[in-house]
């Protein structure tokens, strides 16, 4: 079972700029979830979506947007793009349940991104 | 979320075991404990969740204080592969766990 896949790995953007990154989940997850690390902030989740619809936001600015397709795939969008926006962007897929307490969530490898 | 606290960094021979604690004095009656780790240039990966008893699956052993105020991940025979960040991570088993909240961490290295 091929694992999460981010593209691109890496990207080079200047400030003002905006960004889409994609993400296509472990095939016959639903869920799939967003988060940001930064050296100074750790891990951060920007939000999650199950079904097309997003379910929960983390404490993220409105510059900060994501949708997902009807196959699960998901692309998160950066507008207007600062220099604190530089770090590693995760993406992670769940199969999810409501009655599992469980729910694992497989994570890619990333989308590092520089903003200059 | 309730908070974690784990220390920041540890040390571990190869081949001896390795206790890894994380506290968590407010979690909640439907709060699981789960730990997941990040091993350089990877994103995180599951270990192992509990709620009340001790845990055992291929990689770690997850032993859940009496009072779930604390617990200890236990790699049996750590390797260099073992080498990573530790996160200990309460999630809300009660249907909303729609996120894993990070805290800093355990950075754990095995010395050869």
């Known amino acids: 079972k091929a694992g999460v896949t981010q593209t691109p790995r890496y990207l080079i953007k200047t400030r003002g700029q905006q960004v889409t990154l994609s993400c296509s989940p472990i095939s016959g997850h639903r869920s799939v979830s967003w988060y940001q690390q930064t050296p100074g902030q750790g891990l951060q989740f920007l939000f999650e979506y199950f079904s097309e619809t997003q379910r929960n936001k983390g404490n993220f600015p409105g510059r900060f947007s994501g949708r997902q397709f009807s196959n699960s795939r998901s692309e998160m969008n950066v507008s207007t793009l600062e220099l604190g926006d530089s770090a590693l962007y995760l993406c992670?897929?769940?199969?999810?349940?409501?009655?599992?307490?469980?729910?694992?969530?497989?994570f890619g490898p990333g989308t590092r991104l520089t903003v200059l | 979320d309730a908070k974690t606290t784990q220390p920041n960094s540890m040390e571990s021979n190869e081949e001896e075991p390795v206790h890894l604690p994380c506290n968590h004095s407010t979690i909640s009656g439907t709060d699981y404990i789960h730990w997941y780790r990040q091993l350089p240039s990877q994103g995180p990966e599951y270990v192992i969740h509990g709620l009340t008893s001790n845990v055992n699956n291929r990689m770690a052993s997850l032993a859940i204080a009496e009072d779930r105020k604390s617990s200890t991940l236990i790699l049996h025979r750590a390797t260099l592969r073992d080498a990573a960040v530790y996160y200990c991570i309460l999630r809300d088993g009660g249907g909303s766990n729609y996120k894993l909240t990070f805290g800093k961490g355990t950075l754990l290295t095995v010395n050869p």
């Open positions: 992670a897929s769940s199969f999810y349940s409501a009655q599992s307490s469980y729910n694992e969530q497989f």
